[in-house]
């Protein structure tokens, strides 16, 4: 069989090939467009199957260099230590912390569904990991960051069964959001009518609230990507002290350095981040490490866990939705504008932000708007509940290995 094997320049290359690919394949089939499904895990994918295909008629090999999957992969976590603002927290009010602290009990609950059922099981408790927050709340981009780290400690099939979780978790996640508030609003008898959010019109960060259109400046673009490198360069020393003690993945110390920084910006005139710049940093570094983790797939390692998988991805689903319906929707209030939050949660709780607002909009359509939903699910999706899911996720490695 043929072995072709790629430097870093030709993985990274292959990896734009394919994201490029899934950028048009998600252009023309809605199916992809429905369910938020990104471009670099539909070409990506696509060519995993390949490869799967080649390798198994025994014609051609691939062999990747990760060295930039690792780079971009600590650039993508250290961007998103930028976004725990603990002024914008507050500011965000009640509701915001409250949906913050629903979605933290979502991750604890997913990842001992996952350790539990999956030892249960006969699985590796590390490998049954990868079916809980890892691919549900954490989506794509935690899975290809998380999984390599595990299958660093000797346990195989790690990065595929969090990718098929992740995508499952998608999928599942779009569907069932509809569902579960008709049900909440039927069985709970609750009045379509929503509550006044004094904190919508706040403009408190550039990135979420402002209505200006910025034009993109290149030193402030140069500067973000400073403070990133910065940020990484610091916080590998912190990983490496942290790592004396507890077992913690690399882009941990990073997260944490950025994240400090943040928080002083927040509060001193000395200097300003470029949170725009920032954000779009992470975007690019998030699609190239996924990319490239999509495409070293090794599909074969599914088939023998593919029966367990089954079972861990209903059990999520299950307790997904047991956890939505009796806690998020109580602690959010019992209300209609709890019904939409808790249809948004079952979205962003199994794949990603993009999904939840999609479900929100769905339900909001067919009954009434809820301002407040709209405010606190953004802010809790796409700034908060990662820092914190990697770093419980984090905690759950370095306590099973």
Not at 138 to 160: K, N, Y
Not at 175 to 191: D, E, M, Q, T, V
Request: one cysteine or more; hydrophobic letters at 50%.
């Amino acid at each position: 069989m043929l072995e072709i094997k790629m430097n870093m320049v030709q993985t990274i290359g292959l990896a734009v090939l394919a994201l490029v690919v899934g950028s048009l394949l998600k252009k023309n089939v809605k199916f992809f467009e429905t369910y938020h499904i990104p471009s670099p895990v539909i070409g990506g994918f696509l060519f995993a199957l390949i490869h799967l295909l080649l390798r198994t008629a025994g014609l051609v090999s691939f062999n990747f260099d990760s060295t930039l999957q690792t780079f971009f992969m600590t650039m993508f976590f250290t961007s998103i230590g930028f976004n725990a603002s603990w002024k914008l927290l507050k500011v965000g009010g009640r509701k915001v912390v409250l949906f913050l602290i629903a979605a933290i009990g979502l991750v604890v609950a997913q990842n001992f569904t996952a350790v539990g059922l999956g030892t249960l099981l006969g699985l590796d408790p590390l490998l049954a990991l990868m079916t809980g927050s890892t691919p549900m709340t954490g989506g794509h981009g935690t899975s290809a960051a998380v999984a390599p780290q595990v299958e660093a400690l000797g346990i195989q099939g790690a990065s595929t069964i969090a990718i098929a979780a992740a995508t499952f978790g998608l999928i599942a996640g779009s569907s069932l959001g509809g569902p579960l508030a008709k049900s909440l609003i039927k069985r709970k008898n609750i009045k379509v009518e929503t509550e006044d959010s004094k904190n919508t019109t706040d403009e408190n960060d550039e990135l979420l609230f402002g209505k200006e259109v910025k034009t993109l400046d290149g030193e402030n673009f140069t500067k973000a990507f400073f403070i990133i490198l910065f940020a990484m360069f610091v916080g590998t020393y912190l990983s490496d002290f942290i790592n004396q003690f507890l077992k913690f993945p690399a882009y941990i110390g990073p997260m944490l350095v950025a994240a400090i920084v943040r928080n002083i910006a927040d509060n001193t005139n000395r200097f300003s981040l470029h949170y725009e710049e920032i954000r779009i940093i992470e975007d690019v570094s998030l699609n190239l490490f996924l990319g490239m983790a999509m495409i070293t797939l090794k599909v074969w390692e599914l088939a023998g866990v593919a029966g367990s998988l089954v079972i861990l991805l209903l059990a999520q689903t299950v307790v997904a939705w047991l956890y939505i319906y009796f806690v998020t929707f109580r602690i959010m209030g019992s209300n209609y504008d709890a019904v939409v939050m808790s249809a948004g949660h079952m979205g962003f709780g199994m794949g990603a932000t993009p999904n939840g607002m999609a479900n929100m909009k769905s339900v909001c359509e067919k009954y009434t708007y809820s301002r407040v939903a709209f405010f606190v699910l953004p802010i809790v999706g796409a700034l908060f509940i990662d820092f914190f899911n990697i770093t419980i996720i984090s905690s759950f490695l370095s306590w099973l290995s």
